[in-house]
């Protein structure tokens, strides 16, 4: 999937092919995370739900005809049917393409500024014949069944609209089922809005996260934030929260947007870890039934084992929850007065044991801050079993060691030698943290635009480290 991007803040033009680990480097202010935080809001649910009640409220040059008619056939008829392969193959690459159309309109919003300038801002997304099959394979194993009220009443009386796609099958079905009140006791005006947002939201949430399921945000400020404590899961939820819970599973909620206080990586991160606490007692229920949801649950406890040695735990006072750190055979701490390296992987942790699922997208602001060097390599090879595990990461660095063992990485899953003996030369000592050259896509960020800096044989050619180190040495042999 190749997405081109023009006059982004520094950045005049620049394309970016994202593999399953994305990874940016380059000098301070050449535009990595703006372009991190722009994709997230593009693929995250900032700009499923900024398209999506656009489209809703009319207010989109785009018409998605089979949606339309769907609209129209339920109204009239009670029913209608769209049909995903011909819906993926013809709209998917138009849909994300008009939510990237959109960053303009709400990125000053979304990176909480009011001095910064978008309104030339550009980006264009081609999605490859792979990434089509990718959604559609998902969209066609996936089950969804939803309903949604209608005129509902205290008795019980209403309509209801129904959507409904068994595994296996390509069509995605729309019907009214009625409880005792009939349809012509509904203003007509009602029913129209109604259906019209019941069809748009469904069919656009299952497109949007075919691609990624969901998209976490773990921005330079996780490190302070980590720190703070959270409602208990029985206390008021805001309307943050509620939007999260929209697009994991469904739910309708009215969405407020915030005054620029703080940036929406920000506020995603917080509402991460606030549904994290929502999620203890469903996500142990779920990691007992899947395999795909426990494995993501060791490696949380992988991390904290093998890295923080340590646990991470909510602890619940009061009406409020906040962590906790663990150390090996000590006793327990509150995260504001744990060390550093703790606060800025506590967070990873937290995402992984109550809410990582296959097909996730993680965008990781600089993930060595704070991290001791031995730190930055263990924590390249963690993050390359989380590829391997099935998910997706982007970060941002500015770490030379974590580029140098990205290439040893990839080096050892190409090696002829045996898996078992390389393994002992690595830091967490887990074949699992091999990766496949195809599996990784590292860009270098200067002069305005981004070059693929990933070689055909493995290796990276990261000069912007190169250079400094040289120039330091440099300087030693004058002094000397």
Same mark, same amino acid.
């Given at each position: 999937?190749?997405?081109?991007?023009?006059?982004?803040?520094?950045?005049?033009?620049?394309?970016?092919?994202?593999?399953?680990?994305?990874?940016?480097?380059?000098?301070?202010?050449?535009?990595?995370?703006?372009?991190?935080?722009?994709?997230?809001?593009?693929?995250?649910?900032?700009?499923?739900?900024?398209?999506?009640?656009?489209?809703?409220?009319?207010?989109?040059?785009?018409? &998605?005809?089979? #949606?339309?008619?769907?609209?129209?056939?339920?109204? /009239?008829?009670?029913? +209608?049917? @769209? %049909?995903? *392969?011909?819906?993926?193959?013809?709209?998917?690459?138009?849909?994300?393409?008009?939510?990237?159309?959109?960053?303009?309109?709400?990125?000053?919003?979304?990176?909480?500024?009011?001095?910064?300038?978008?309104?030339?801002?550009?980006?264009?997304?081609?999605?490859?014949?792979?990434?089509?099959?990718?959604?559609?394979?998902?969209?066609?194993?996936?089950?969804?069944?939803?309903?949604?009220?209608?005129?509902?009443?205290?008795?019980?009386?209403?309509?209801?609209?129904?959507?409904?796609?068994?595994?296996?099958?390509?069509?995605? &079905?729309?019907? #009214?089922?009625?409880?005792?009140?009939?349809?012509? /006791?509904?203003?007509? +005006?009602? @029913? %129209?809005? *109604?259906?019209?947002?019941?069809?748009?939201?469904?069919?656009?949430?299952?497109?949007?996260?075919?691609?990624?399921?969901?998209?976490?945000?773990?921005?330079?400020?996780?490190?302070?934030?980590?720190?703070?404590?959270?409602?208990?899961?029985?206390?008021?939820?805001?309307?943050?929260?509620?939007?999260?819970?929209?697009?994991?599973?469904?739910?309708?909620?009215?969405?407020?947007?915030?005054?620029?206080?703080?940036?929406?990586?920000?506020?995603?991160?917080?509402?991460?870890?606030?549904?994290?606490?929502?999620?203890?007692?469903?996500?142990?229920?779920?990691?007992?039934?899947?395999?795909?949801?426990?494995?993501?649950?060791?490696?949380? %406890?992988?991390?904290?084992?093998?890295?923080?040695?340590?646990?991470?735990?909510?602890?619940?006072?009061?009406?409020?929850?906040?962590?906790?750190?663990?150390?090996?055979?000590?006793?327990?701490?509150?995260?504001?007065?744990?060390?550093?390296?703790?606060?800025?992987?506590?967070?990873?942790?937290?995402?992984?044991?109550?809410?990582?699922?296959?097909?996730?997208?993680?965008?990781?602001?600089?993930?060595?801050?704070?991290?001791?060097?031995?730190?930055?390599?263990?924590?390249?090879?963690?993050?390359?079993?989380?590829?391997?595990?099935?998910?997706?990461?982007?970060?941002?660095?500015?770490?030379?060691?974590?580029?140098?063992?990205?290439?040893?990485?990839?080096?050892?899953?190409?090696?002829?030698?045996?898996?078992?003996?390389?393994?002992?030369?690595?830091?967490?000592?887990?074949?699992?943290?091999?990766?496949?050259?195809?599996?990784?896509?590292?860009?270098?960020?200067?002069?305005?635009?981004?070059?693929?800096?990933?070689?055909?044989?493995?290796?990276?050619?990261?000069?912007?480290?190169?250079?400094?180190?040289?120039?330091?040495?440099?300087?030693?042999?004058?002094?000397?």
């Amino acid at each position: 999937m190749k997405i081109n991007i023009c006059n982004l803040g520094i950045i005049k033009n620049a394309q970016i092919d994202l593999a399953p680990l994305t990874v940016f480097v380059g000098e301070n202010g050449t535009g990595k995370t703006w372009t991190a935080y722009a994709l997230a809001g593009i693929f995250g649910p900032h700009g499923y739900h900024y398209h999506k009640e656009a489209y809703i409220g009319k207010r989109n040059e785009q018409n &998605y005809k089979p #949606i339309d008619d769907a609209i129209l056939a339920i109204i /009239e008829k009670g029913n +209608a049917t @769209i %049909n995903l *392969e011909s819906f993926v193959n013809e709209y998917a690459e138009i849909y994300f393409n008009q939510i990237a159309k959109s960053v303009p309109k709400w990125f000053n919003t979304f990176m909480a500024t009011t001095k910064a300038q978008f309104d030339n801002t550009s980006f264009q997304i081609e999605l490859s014949e792979k990434t089509k099959k990718k959604i559609l394979d998902i969209l066609k194993a996936s089950h969804i069944e939803t309903t949604r009220s209608i005129g509902l009443k205290q008795d019980a009386s209403g309509i209801i609209l129904n959507s409904l796609k068994e595994e296996g099958a390509d069509e995605l &079905y729309y019907y #009214i089922t009625s409880e005792t009140q009939t349809q012509e /006791e509904i203003p007509q +005006a009602i @029913i %129209n809005k *109604e259906v019209r947002e019941f069809i748009v939201t469904e069919t656009f949430r299952g497109i949007h996260r075919a691609l990624f399921k969901d998209t976490q945000i773990f921005p330079t400020e996780r490190t302070t934030f980590i720190a703070f404590r959270f409602p208990s899961p029985e206390s008021h939820e805001g309307d943050a929260l509620k939007e999260y819970k929209e697009t994991k599973k469904g739910t309708k909620s009215k969405r407020v947007d915030s005054s620029p206080i703080v940036s929406k990586p920000v506020q995603h991160f917080l509402t991460m870890l606030g549904y994290s606490v929502r999620m203890f007692t469903e996500r142990m229920t779920q990691g007992i039934k899947e395999p795909d949801i426990s494995k993501f649950m060791e490696l949380a %406890n992988l991390l904290e084992n093998n890295i923080l040695l340590g646990d991470i735990k909510f602890e619940e006072r009061g009406n409020q929850v906040e962590l906790i750190y663990t150390p090996t055979s000590e006793d327990s701490l509150e995260l504001n007065i744990s060390s550093s390296m703790v606060k800025e992987l506590a967070p990873l942790a937290v995402y992984l044991r109550y809410l990582a699922e296959p097909g996730d997208l993680l965008v990781i602001d600089e993930p060595e801050m704070n991290l001791h060097p031995a730190a930055q390599v263990e924590i390249i090879e963690f993050l390359s079993m989380l590829i391997n595990a099935g998910l997706n990461v982007l970060i941002t660095t500015h770490s030379p060691y974590i580029l140098d063992h990205l290439v040893n990485l990839i080096h050892a899953k190409e090696s002829k030698k045996d898996e078992n003996e390389l393994k002992e030369l690595f830091y967490l000592e887990e074949t699992s943290s091999f990766l496949s050259k195809d599996d990784v896509a590292v860009y270098l960020f200067e002069n305005g635009t981004a070059k693929n800096i990933l070689m055909e044989n493995g290796d990276i050619d990261w000069g912007t480290f190169s250079d400094v180190s040289h120039d330091v040495s440099q300087i030693y042999s004058h002094l000397i």
